[in-house]
């Protein structure tokens, strides 16, 4: 039997139809929906006079438009309102489950995903996001899609998909301490750029992913698609099944343990071959940060910001675009660099072990003054798990303001803007030029960095406060 | 999604030389809370188009007067980051019908193919060369024949064949749409959820 990678198997078990010379008619098991790409599609569906074909199939929610203060109180932009309650009406009509706005389970689409057991391996998983990715983590093919493909979904519960190549990154080695997940994938980025993984699949693999929890494997396959991949993955094992058995239910599974020992099988066969490989040592990865516009555009924290010399002509002035919007030249240091906000949340790093590790450094801690610092829960779960572990009570000793969950900040549709010119460390995934609000300047970081970041209100180096005791795994 | 046809396009070109223009950029976040496919395109490229006072950036090309066009020639990793396909609903809300550039990210490429505006990807050489010849002199014109795979600058003769998948490429020669062709295979498909025991 030809050897396959854990891509092929489960893509190859989803396929209704390979059409000749084109895409596959590739099945979806599970496809989320959001607010803000949805409405489009539902409107589509009604000019043609169609249902949802499956709607059991699909789980909605709100978050990227959504306030994180006074959330029972009515939302006060008009349009923003408007596109919400558009999103209720529509899953009403379609009967489609929504946990929405001040829905006791409600959150990012890729944190209650997960929490609430949709996600399994071995699944097709699509959304009108590209930062389902995410959902790959637990040994699935998890990809975004634009609004006519989500139109597509809810029509036939189908998607045509071209058949992407596939590259497996293999991180071997220990990571030190106080370096993170977000430090491993950012670092991959920073070495092979943001479109270095355009066109493929990617499979991480080896002894420093394997030993990540699920939490950080997410926040890896979440930003793949900062690489340009069209999706990460990475094979279903013990630390995957212990995850699901703590869930206190999973949705259309009554035997979990059945359900394990099939999935034991979602693994790359020990041959099978890959269109590009590339290896990385966990060893030399330090605290990363960002320096300029695109996730792309990073270094070590201690590191000096790259001379544009070695680029050629066009791709000089991009970068030297880019380190005048940061305020920032080629060849400084970051360390050290005054900042103004701090925003721990999203989809990458918006989990309650992100908060805990926060927390490490927080605990005992007063933020520095001039720190405006928001504090936003992946989902109302990850809330909850904040204050029962007595973290949101850290972080309000600290100075600092606990918001409601969304996305927040990281997209800044909501209010939660930074203003023009202000520097912010972000646990975030995007530091593109107005992202976090016009003129706002991101430099993406991990947990820990943020953390550093706040306590002294300058770009600091995490391993200050990290050691071997309070150092925890992320 | 729309029924777009496409054939041959002969235009003028509105150049964007910058590598990784990310979808933030040609449609910020802010202007994603409608709930209709209309009127992207006057926000397209807000940022860049409008000082922060409101007023149009004289600098920016699509407020510079001496360029215009159908075809939009970018830099290289375009339309990379976020999948919002209103990226794309803007771009040809404002009139492109094109769009090329040496390299596009992935899900950018899908929206793109799925709204009738095409991607063309030539190599690197012949998009620095097509950015010069186009700052030299605005008039000069491409020519775009999709039966053919062609893209031509007419000035120069020089021509090349773009890929495209055949499904997409039969799909905007007819204006068909993919909704309908997945619709037309709804026994297929629940044939294959009955042999999977997947609707319960």
């Not at chain 1, 009604?46 to 438009?65: C, L, Q, S, W, Y």
């Not at chain 1, 992407?164 to 430090?183: A, C, E, F, W």
């Not at chain 1, 002035?317 to 080629?330: A, Q, R, T, V, W």
């Not at chain 2, 000069?140 to 062609?150: C, G, M, R």
């Amino acid at each position: 039997m030809e050897a396959k990678t854990l891509f092929d198997k489960i893509c190859d078990g989803h396929v209704v139809l390979s059409i000749e010379n084109g895409p596959d008619i590739l099945y979806i098991d599970r496809h989320y929906i959001h607010e803000v790409t949805s409405p489009q599609a539902f409107n589509g569906l009604k000019e043609r006079g169609i249902p949802v074909f499956r709607p059991g199939k699909t789980i909605a929610t709100a978050d990227h438009n959504i306030p994180t203060k006074d959330q029972h109180l009515q939302i006060r932009d008009q349009l923003s309102r408007n596109q919400v309650e558009k999103l209720s009406e529509n899953c009403r009509k379609h009967g489609i489950e929504l946990f929405g706005l001040n829905h006791q389970k409600n959150g990012i689409v890729h944190v209650i995903g997960p929490e609430l057991g949709y996600t399994l391996p071995g699944m097709t998983i699509v959304c009108g996001d590209s930062h389902t990715s995410t959902h790959g983590a637990f040994g699935t093919i998890a990809f975004g899609i634009g609004t006519s493909e989500v139109e597509m979904v809810l029509a036939t519960q189908c998607i045509l998909q071209p058949k992407p190549k596939k590259m497996r990154i293999t991180v071997n080695g220990n990571l030190h301490k106080g370096v993170t997940s977000k430090d491993i994938i950012m670092y991959i980025i920073s070495e092979i750029s943001t479109g270095g993984a355009t066109g493929y699949f990617v499979e991480f693999s080896g002894s420093a992913i394997k030993s990540l929890s699920m939490e950080a494997r997410m926040t890896i396959c979440n930003m793949s698609i900062e690489m340009g991949a069209r999706g990460g993955l990475i094979a279903p094992d013990e630390t995957t099944f212990d995850y699901l058995r703590k869930l206190p239910s999973i949705p259309g599974i009554d035997d979990l343990e059945s359900s394990v020992n099939q999935w034991k099988n979602l693994k790359s066969d020990p041959d099978a071959s890959f269109d590009n490989e590339l290896e990385f040592d966990a060893g030399l990865i330090k605290p990363m940060i960002t320096y300029g516009t695109n996730p792309g555009m990073g270094m070590a924290i201690d590191g000096s910001i790259p001379m544009a010399e070695d680029k050629n002509k066009e791709a000089s002035s991009s970068y030297l675009k880019s380190l005048e919007y940061m305020g920032l030249k080629p060849g400084m240091k970051l360390l050290g660099h005054p900042i103004d906000y701090v925003f721990i949340g999203s989809c990458t790093n918006g989990r309650i072990e992100d908060f805990r590790a926060f927390a490490q450094i927080i605990r005992g801690r007063k933020k520095a003054a001039n720190i405006t610092a928001l504090i936003v829960p992946g989902s109302k779960k990850v809330e909850e798990q904040m204050a029962s572990e007595g973290l949101i009570e850290v972080f309000k000793n600290a100075g600092f303001e606990v918001r409601q969950p969304g996305c927040s900040s990281c997209l800044a549709m909501n209010e939660d803007k930074i203003p023009q010119g202000k520097y912010t460390v972000s646990t975030s995934n995007r530091n593109f030029e107005g992202r976090q609000g016009p003129g706002a300047r991101t430099l993406l970081a991990s947990p820990y960095t943020a953390a550093a970041a706040a306590i002294t209100g300058r770009i600091s180096d995490p391993r200050e406060f990290i050691t071997e005791e309070n150092n925890i795994k992320i | 999604m729309p029924k777009v046809k496409f054939d041959i396009l002969e235009s003028t070109c509105i150049p964007l030389p910058f590598e990784n223009v990310d979808t933030d950029q040609i449609i910020p976040a802010r202007f994603l809370s409608a709930t209709s496919r209309e009127g992207f395109g006057d926000n397209l490229f807000r940022d860049w188009r409008y000082k922060k006072t409101g007023e149009k950036n004289s600098e920016f090309v699509l407020n510079n007067p001496k360029f215009s066009g159908k075809v939009l020639v970018a830099g290289k990793n375009f339309g990379s980051g976020s999948s919002r396909e209103h990226a794309v609903w803007a771009i040809f809300d404002y009139g492109f019908r094109a769009v090329v550039s040496s390299f596009f990210a992935d899900i950018f490429m899908n929206n793109a193919l799925n709204n009738g505006l095409l991607p063309i990807v030539i190599s690197e050489e012949l998009l620095i060369k097509l950015h010069g010849l186009i700052q030299k002199n605005p008039a000069i014109k491409v020519k775009i024949d999709l039966e053919k795979q062609t893209f031509t600058i007419i000035s120069t003769g020089d021509s090349v064949r773009f890929g495209i998948n055949p499904y997409k490429k039969e799909c905007l020669l007819k204006g068909l749409d993919d909704i309908d062709f997945l619709l037309s295979m709804k026994s297929l498909i629940t044939g294959y959820e009955t042999n999977k025991n997947l609707v319960k």
